[in-house]
């Protein structure tokens, strides 16, 4: 409201359970914010369709349920841009410095060392570091992206980065973050990191990503192109154990992690 301008609130619950939607629902009785509920599971990508949809307004900013603005001038920050000839403006990630419990510490520690990157640093590849869960954008380019992607699983970002690019869409990267409260389990978010490879190799082998600055995506196709993905292969079903114990463990490696998703990419690819 400082801002002085006008503005909605849309919430969209996908089919959380009844506990939860009761608290949440509260949030109705705020001035220009309304709740909605979803009785199915949807995923990110339809309910974020359904969101532009309801939406009034030709500027969108997303913000994950799980994460909690930096700054007091958030909103203002954002709105200082808005005339600067984007179509979107990223704000950024960051992580409490507090280590979480042990059993937490593989999603912690990857934010920290790959998503909490300085806007100057994300600008020089303004299509790497997409994490939609704090971004705004144009209405028409949000449902101009957003309908060429027809899937649900975890690993959007990295489809949405790839189509902004071939789109040519103009993209600004801004220190703006917003804190990742949600982090899920280790186990948890490894089974993410798997159907995230799942997905982003069926793009490949689909054609559905032309050009695209994602690194795993990049060094694959680098490895293949040398034979290496054999070996590769081999090194996933030899030490995907071992290298498992470690990533679940209290003091996991971002480098092994990149490593079992590469090894894990090649295995999954001659699988096929």
């Not at 841009?81 to 979480?100: A, E, L, M, R, W």
């Not at 042990?102 to 997409?130: C, F, H, Q």
Request: glycine share 4%.
């Amino acid at each position: 409201m400082s801002s002085n301008i006008e503005f909605e609130i849309i919430c969209l619950d996908d089919a959380s359970n009844n506990t939860i939607t009761k608290k949440n629902s509260t949030v109705n009785n705020y001035k220009n914010v309304s709740y909605n509920l979803s009785k199915v599971n949807n995923g990110r990508v339809k309910t974020r369709q359904l969101l532009s949809e309801k939406a009034l307004h030709n500027w969108l900013l997303f913000l994950d349920a799980d994460v909690l603005p930096k700054s007091k001038n958030f909103i203002s920050n954002y709105l200082k841009h808005i005339n600067d000839n984007y179509d979107v403006i990223y704000g950024g990630f960051t992580y409490h410095t507090s280590k979480p419990d042990r059993t937490y510490m593989l999603r912690w520690k990857y934010g920290k060392s790959k998503e909490e990157i300085d806007a100057v640093k994300r600008n020089a590849k303004p299509y790497k570091v997409v994490i939609s869960g704090n971004f705004l954008i144009k209405k028409e380019t949000y449902q101009h992206i957003v309908s060429k992607i027809n899937y649900k699983g975890y690993g959007y970002d990295n489809y949405f980065g790839a189509l902004m690019k071939e789109n040519n869409i103009n993209v600004l990267h801004i220190n703006n973050e917003v804190y990742h409260l949600g982090i899920e389990k280790s186990s948890t978010y490894l089974n993410k990191v798997e159907q995230s490879v799942d997905n982003l190799l069926n793009l490949q082998n689909t054609q559905k990503i032309v050009v695209s600055d994602n690194d795993l995506l990049r060094l694959f196709n680098f490895t293949k192109s040398l034979k290496l993905n054999y070996f590769l292969s081999f090194l996933h079903s030899t030490l995907n154990s071992r290298i498992k114990k470690n990533l679940l463990g209290s003091n996991p490696l971002v480098f092994l992690l990149q490593l079992y998703k590469l090894t894990y990419f090649c295995y999954k690819d001659l699988k096929k």
